[in-house]
């Protein structure tokens, strides 16, 4: 036997379930059928993949509980773990952005809805229990299993266990219950079914209740949740299958059905977020949704049926066509597969436009999560880019709460305005600041405020939108339609800008008079090909 400690992140999100910041604790049930079920897939689709000899005829999860020894069991026949794998999977976290979350989980205590960002999964047991044990065997691998016990409290033990069967069977020893406030046991068979029933119905295996003296039960219906008509689904029974996917703590902002028929079947269920997670911005965040062929769960994260600008979108589609043993390799070029995820793009898109319509407090908050990732679109996916600014929203100089669809922009256009204005900058009071904004403001010009690092290099993407063009105000002859007619004579001011253009020669092309400017006495403007000054800094900072 050995004696392991766990990795110093591991013990950190230890510390945290053992003095539970979770208020509600039936969720460590909902975790261990959770991977379980994954576990089932994965033997399943190793045996119709990678040509694994398994029995996959009975897969299914038990839950055993011990009213007298106060233990839970909960045990699978699926893929099983090798010790490495124990080591690997139990003992450390390996998710990207642990440390991050670990430090604001520190800074603000009770949030679940940090911590439902990251699926704290298998040690969640440790808000219930004083001791948890588990058996498993590795399907297809010679020798003995292992067994892995921890009380949760920094060092966990590690063994062989010669008779292990294949599968794993996780043991859950109760606190006593005099510790706990609380009026049921979790050893009772009334409360694991209410849980089952809550947070596990969907799952497509056999849930079974197994005790000595009695037939098992199945408890779980097993209908896969997007082939059932939304009428008689509830939105408990879709939540509780988001967070099965997704990890997430907090409820979906909107949820999106779609079946399609014919000669090319598949059923999709698509969720928008309610919170961005909080690695929309890193490079190795999953992404992608959940691939069913016919009901059998294929794989995680297929990125290949969602664009990246639409990442944030969850959920699972089912195609009846498909081989099941397709490889991500075959994805990428599977026409069907490419087909599906143009209609998924239009969807989200048609989704979010009927949010912007009807419901405009939803989508506020849909846009102001994932609004900077959408708009990469504008430059990611040129078929869709007038559905993506039609459903955009940008801060502008005509409201300071309210943003503004650029159609509404138009329609407030004044007489003799073809172009739709805009200024980008770090920050609204930056924008809002500038020099350039004086004569706009002045004459009453509404101008968009662009302060998303994004905006920088869509709108040099998008020429125009219902004719009108995007112009910088920081650029070029942006003259105000006034100026157009009569260029200011210089008069009296030609020696001073003859003065000024001498002195200041090596750094500005030109000295000119300007209706610009109100109240400043000189602003820098670009050439109409020169590049923005936030994009000149953006350029610098990257080096180029
Ligand atoms: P997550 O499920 O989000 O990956 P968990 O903490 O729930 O995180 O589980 C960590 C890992 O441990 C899983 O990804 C899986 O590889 C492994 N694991 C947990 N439970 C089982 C199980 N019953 N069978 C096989 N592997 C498991
Ligand atoms: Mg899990």
């Known amino acids: 036997m050995e004696t392991l400690e766990f990795q110093a992140e591991a013990r950190q999100l230890l510390q945290l379930m053992v003095h539970s910041i979770y208020s509600n604790k039936d969720i460590f049930l909902r975790e261990l059928i959770s991977n379980a079920s994954d576990a089932l897939d994965k033997l399943r689709l190793a045996t119709l993949q990678d040509g694994l000899e398994a029995d996959t005829s009975d897969l299914h999860i038990e839950i055993e509980a011990d009213a007298e020894a106060r233990t839970l069991t909960v045990r699978d026949n699926g893929i099983g773990m090798t010790h490495e794998e124990v080591v690997d999977l139990i003992g450390t976290i390996a998710k990207s952005g642990t440390a991050d979350l670990l430090a604001k989980l520190k800074e603000a205590k009770e949030s679940p809805e940090l911590i439902g960002q990251f699926g704290v999964g298998f040690y969640s047991t440790f808000m219930v229990a004083d001791k948890v ?156 949704l959940q691939l069913y062929v016919k009901r059998v769960f294929i794989m995680d994260d297929s990125k290949e049926l969602i664009p990246d600008y639409l990442r944030f979108v969850k959920g699972v589609v089912d195609a009846a066509d498909l081989s099941l043993n397709i490889s991500r390799e075959i ?89 739709i204005y805009y200024l980008t900058g770090e920050s609204r009071s930056q924008v809002e600041n500038s020099p350039h904004m004086e004569a706009f403001q002045a004459q009453g010009y509404e101008v968009l405020i662009l302060t998303d690092p994004v905006d920088e290099i869509w709108v040099e993407a998008v020429p125009d939108y219902d004719g009108k063009k995007l112009q910088s105000i920081a650029r070029g002859n942006v003259d105000l339609p006034k100026d157009k007619e009569e260029p200011e004579p210089e008069g009296d001011f030609g020696p001073l800008l003859g003065f000024l253009k001498e002195k200041l020669d090596e750094n500005v092309k030109e000295v000119r008079l300007s209706h610009r400017l109100t109240t400043s006495a000189a602003c820098l403007v670009s050439d109409a090909d020169d590049i923005t000054p936030t994009l000149e800094k953006m350029y610098r900072a990257m080096g180029q």
């Open 133 to 288: 044990s588990l058996v498993t065997r590795k399907a297809g691998t010679e020798g003995h299993g292992t067994t892995w016990e921890s009380s949760g409290e920094g060092t966990y033990t590690i063994d062989d266990a010669p008779d292990a069967p294949v599968g794993t069977s996780v043991t859950v020893h109760l606190r006593p219950k005099d510790e706990e406030d609380r009026l049921f046991d979790y050893a009772d068979e009334w409360k694991i079914k209410e849980i089952v029933k809550r947070y596990s119905d969907f799952i497509s295996f056999p849930i079974r209740l197994v005790s000595a003296d009695k037939p098992a039960e199945t408890l779980n219906s097993m209908k896969a949740l997007w082939a059932r008509p939304r009428s008689e689904v509830s939105d408990d029974e879709y939540h509780q299958f988001y967070r099965h996917i997704s990890h997430d703590w907090s409820d979906p902002l909107e949820i999106i059905n779609m079946k399609a028929e014919g000669t090319f079947e598949y059923e999709a269920l698509l969720f928008l977020p309610s919170r961005a997670p909080h690695d929309l911005f890193q490079r190795d965040a999953r992404r992608g």
């Open 331 to 419: 994805l990428q070029q599977d026409r069907h597969i490419q087909m599906i995820r143009r209609r998924l793009v239009k969807k989200v898109l048609s989704t979010i436009k009927d949010l912007l319509t009807n419901n405009r407090e939803k989508y506020d908050t849909f846009w102001r999560e994932f609004g900077r990732a959408l708009k990469e679109g504008l430059l990611n996916d040129p078929d869709n880019q007038k559905a993506i600014l039609d459903v955009a929203t940008f801060a502008s100089t005509a409201s300071t709460d309210e943003p503004t669809t650029l159609a509404a922009y138009v329609e407030r256009m004044k007489e003799g305005q073809e172009e």
